[in-house]
């Protein structure tokens, strides 16, 4: 039963949490350089997952009231601020020179834990749409079995991130680009949780 409801839960990751591979490689790309980067995407992983299955297990609880559906799509706001943000960030500094000001561009570049943490959060609404009735269709030992898998894989899908994105091809890629891919994903991103959960009408 257990070893069934494992299975299960790899599969349910696998499945709603593979895009994440893409944004954290271009956090991986934003932080290439940076001491720390590693421990900061990866706790900024856990924060925002934590929230996902915090959140799954109080509406299965029926605690709908703490984060009503039509609330979901709202979280798309984070992904498309923080990518406006780096959009402008970049524009400002498209004509710098690249010995000038090395240490602004360095800190500029710092990869947040919250900003990861907000990012994996927000990406979260289908998850929290999958999750609901897995668990409202299993007991509470397969839901622990459930939430402990999840949180293990979290570590591995990180890891399968930094690994991409430090592939030489891949790096080079990310590097020379990542100023403009970084904006443009999480942009993207924002508009499309917003527009698929139908916020402000859209």
């Not at 907000?118 to 030992?141: E, H, K, M, R």
Request: charged share 15%.
């Amino acid at each position: 039963m257990i070893f069934s409801s494992v299975l299960q839960a790899i599969g349910l990751f696998l499945a709603t949490n593979i895009d994440d591979i893409i944004v954290l490689s271009l956090f991986f790309a934003r932080g290439a350089g940076q001491r720390g980067t590693t421990a900061r995407i990866l706790v900024g992983q856990y924060l925002g997952f934590a929230g996902i299955l915090g959140a799954s297990v109080l509406v299965a609880l029926g605690a709908g009231a703490f984060l009503p559906p039509e609330v979901i799509p709202y979280f798309g706001l984070i992904p498309l601020g923080l990518g406006l943000w780096a959009a402008w960030r970049a524009w400002r500094n498209r004509g710098a020179d690249d010995d000038d000001d090395d240490e602004s561009k360095i800190e500029s570049k710092k990869v947040a834990v919250w900003a990861v943490a907000g990012v994996t959060f927000a990406n979260g609404g289908d998850n929290i749409g999958v999750y609901v009735p897995v668990f409202l269709s299993v007991g509470p030992a397969a839901v622990v079995a459930y939430c402990v898998v999840f949180l293990t894989l979290v570590a591995v899908l990180v890891v399968v991130a930094k690994f991409i994105a430090t592939r030489r091809p891949i790096a080079e890629v990310l590097e020379r680009w990542e100023h403009i891919l970084f904006p443009i994903v999480l942009i993207g991103l924002g508009v499309f949780i917003l527009m698929s959960g139908g916020a402000f009408g859209l």
